[in-house]
Nanobody, 121 residues
Framework: VQLQASGGGLVQAGGSLRLSCTAS????????MGWFRQAPGKEREFVAA????????NYADLVKGRFTISRDNIQSTVYLQMNRLEPADTAVYYC???????????????WGQGTLVTVSS
C-alpha cells in the first residue's frame, strides 16, 4: 500500500487549501483514511478521518466547522478541504490508513510522506 499526499503550501491566515491523498495497492474497501498533522516540537495529532464504506467521518474539535474530509471512490483519493486557516494550523499533514475509525495514530498502519502547510499571520 502506498499513499501519496499533495496540496500543501503557503497561505495567509483566513485562506484555504485542499490536500489530496491517493492510495494505491489497496485490495479491500472496508478501510478508513485519516489525516494527522505534526507541528515542530509537537506530537502528531489527529485532524479528520473518513470511513470508505459509509462516509462516516470524525473530526478533531480544533478543526470542526473549518475542515471537511471527503473521498473519491474511483480515484481512491481522500481530500481535506481546509478553510479559515490559522497560523496554529501550520504543520506537516500526513494521510494514513486504518481499518477502524479512530483518532489514534497507533490505529493507522500505512502512512504517506506528508505535505507541509504553512499559514502566515
Amino acid at each position: 500500500v502506498q499513499l501519496q499526499a499533495s496540496g500543501g503550501g503557503l497561505v495567509q491566515a483566513g485562506g484555504s487549501l485542499r490536500l489530496s491523498c491517493t492510495a494505491s495497492g489497496l485490495i479491500f474497501n472496508n478501510y478508513v483514511m485519516g489525516w494527522f498533522r505534526q507541528a515542530p516540537g509537537k506530537e502528531r495529532e489527529f485532524v479528520a478521518a473518513i470511513k470508505w464504506s459509509d462516509h462516516s467521518t470524525n473530526y478533531a474539535d480544533l478543526v470542526k466547522g473549518r475542515f471537511t474530509i471527503s473521498r473519491d471512490n474511483i480515484q481512491s483519493t481522500v481530500y481535506l478541504q481546509m478553510n479559515r486557516l490559522e497560523p496554529a494550523d501550520t504543520a506537516v499533514y500526513y494521510c494514513a490508513i486504518s481499518i477502524v475509525l479512530s483518532n489514534t495514530p497507533h490505529a493507522y498502519n500505512y502512512w504517506g510522506q506528508g505535505t507541509l502547510v504553512t499559514v502566515s499571520s
